[in-house]
């Protein structure tokens, strides 16, 4: 997990950098915040684009729980940088990547836990379920061998 959020950060740098070297050779005067207010505007577009048709398909085929779940993870990575920042900002820790990942860590450790939980339950109610019917065709053949 520490290598895929060193290579997002690191992916981060090098648009970043691309960007500001696109500014400067088309000569372009946007300032820092010019800069971000298009390419988050694009990014936002972008993402848009992307993720609409994702999380229509989820929604067709009733899998709310996905789309639920990639908001949650949006959210907590969003949140955990955030409290990073913060106590860097604010001196109350010190803002460590190590921190990041054991928050993510800990995130998909529940979800393992509750997936588990949820794939058990079905198992349980598709057993309960099969048993009924096999009970049910028994009461059906016996019935006819009655008549």
Known sequence: MSKSLTMIVAWFTR????????????????????????????????????????????????????????????????LTFAIEIGQSVTGMGTMEFGDVVAGMGGFFAVTIVIAAIHFLTWVIRSLVKLGKKRREHRRGLQYEEEY
């Open 15 to 78: 648009v970043h950098n691309a960007i500001l070297s696109l500014n400067d050779r088309f000569e372009t005067s946007f300032t820092d915040k010019e800069l971000h207010f298009l390419v988050i505007g694009a990014m936002g577009l972008l993402l848009i684009l992307f993720i609409y048709p994702v999380f229509k398909w989820l929604a067709n085929r009733n899998k709310v729980l996905a789309i639920t779940w990639i908001y949650v993870l949006t959210v907590l990575v969003v």
